[in-house]
């Protein structure tokens, strides 16, 4: 059995926009939005809920949309935007640079500067923030609310 840390294995296909492992079902929309439950989540392309011991991640993107970096898309829209929403000034996003990802430490990915960059584009356009990108001992993102 694989480690909790690695939630998404970025080592298994996805396969027609749907992923499953003993911790986690990540399927594409049926044709409706599942109702809303207790711990459910819901952003604008993705709903998780719990369900039978495994967290379930309905979501509406589209196949190149998903393919690529799964467990990345799922930490941009979901833990970034809820940043971005709750935060009352500024957010700093910190990660690492390796040659390689240290798997100690449940990374499955190295991340650059372009990619800090992309990530500020990308969630600038739909929250108000401004952004900057910084290399000091690691990527630092750091979004600041726009006056």
């Given amino acids: ?8 294995d970025p080592f298994v296909d996805v396969v027609d926009g749907r992923y499953v492992d003993e911790l ?10 599942p109702a809303r439950g207790r711990g459910s989540v819901r952003t604008p392309h993705f709903d998780i809920a719990p369900s039978d011991g495994r967290l379930v991640v309905t979501h509406s993107l589209s ?6 970096d799964l467990s990345g898309v799922i930490v941009d829209e979901l833990f970034v935007a809820e940043a971005l929403r ?29 990619d800090l960059a992309a990530l500020g584009v990308a969630m600038a356009e ?13 990527g630092w993102l750091v ?3 726009r006056a």
Avoid: K
């Avoid at 059995?1 to 998404?8: F, G, H, K, L, N």
């Avoid at 196949?63 to 690529?68: N, Y």
């Fill in 63 to 68: 196949r190149s949309g998903i393919s690529d």
């Fill in 24 to 33: 986690v079902v990540v399927q594409p929309i049926a044709s409706s939005w």
């Fill in 126 to 138: 739909r929250s108000g923030f401004s952004w900057s990108v910084h290399e000091f001992h690691g």
């Fill in 86 to 114: 709750s935060a009352a000034r500024r957010v700093v996003v910190a990660v690492p640079f390796e040659e390689e990802a240290n798997e100690s430490y449940g990374h499955v990915r190295t991340l650059t500067l372009d």
């Fill in 1 to 8: 059995m694989r480690e909790a840390t690695v939630p998404i």
């Fill in 143 to 145: 979004f600041d609310r």
